[in-house]
């Protein structure tokens, strides 16, 4: 993380591939300088707000129920969480300058240094599950110096303490309750469609089929042959076309290279902004895209596990490729 911040601070830089193409699908400028970074600075607090929120702010399914008392408790737990949180940081600083704790302050740096480096590079929801699983720990040692210190308060401590406690584990099981069930949805959703087109495409296409895929995961755990990487995040030459895909240059890319068939993730049905028109695919006179074979998840099994993961679309389309001269 250090090399890339000194290459950013010393001269800009495009990004690692990877992070190219996950830059390119959020809509943030895949080269980064100083300039892009400033103008992605609203992406960035909007996410981070929506990541805080959905992470900490869960137990809506078991808590909040219209005209029900459980409502009021969970706005209390929004509100004692981070209270309690800032007080155990704030009894631990005061600690750690008499002791120096090691290993929670390693701890505590490395999270740091993860959460800028996402920041700074991939602005996008899903922190404090899929990237930073270290957090979590964190989090729940400083609640409970949180609760050590509201204790040891001279005036009703042990109430204060008790009745944080009690908020505290009736929160997080909550939101245990809810983060377990969507994650498994969001799994599902993986198996019932990523999964089971990369195992039917064996039966569909033709042996000399080249594919190009947006999504290569599922595909690429079913070892299927050689294919191309829409996204950009194991393929450098599609990663620098990205930014200019609208004007042809992915289209020109997979004629170049022979592609006859794609696999493509698609959010809603005919949407302007689908992958299909940002890859520019869509070009009269250039190419057509014929549907073979379409999975897809139930709308109400598929939409909240995706509102909260950001796992993968809701459909999966495979097009045959006809080249236009």
Known sequence: MSALLLLFALQGFQAPTTLEGRRWLMGLPVELSWHTLGASAPRLLQEWLHALGADFGLGRVVFTHPGSYLTLLHQLWKFVFPLTL????????????????????????????????????????????????????????????????????????????????????????????????????????????????????????????????????????????PMIDLSGLSDPEIARALSSASDGSVRRILQRRGATHLLLPVLRDGASDGLDWRLGLRSPGKLRLEEIRRWESPLAAWGPAFAYTGNAFRQLVLYRLRWVD
């Open 86 to 225: 800032l007080a155990g940081f704030l009894a631990w600083s005061r600690r750690w300058r008499e002791e120096r704790s090691g290993p929670l302050t390693v701890l505590l740096v490395w999270t740091l240094s993860s959460l800028l480096f996402y920041a700074l590079l991939l602005p996008t929801r899903g922190h404090l599950g899929r990237y930073q699983p270290q957090l979590y720990p964190l989090l729940f040692f400083f609640a409970i110096e949180g609760v050590v210190f509201l204790r040891r308060l001279p005036r009703g401590g042990r109430w204060i303490a008790g009745a944080a406690s009690v908020l505290l584990v009736a929160g997080l099981l909550a939101s245990t309750v809810e983060q377990s069930g969507l994650w498994c949805a969001a799994v599902r959703h993986l198996e019932r469609v990523h999964l089971r087109a990369a195992s039917s495409l064996a039966t569909i296409l033709p042996r000399d089929a080249h594919l190009a895929v947006f999504d290569v995961g599922a595909v690429a755990y079913e070892d299927r042959g």
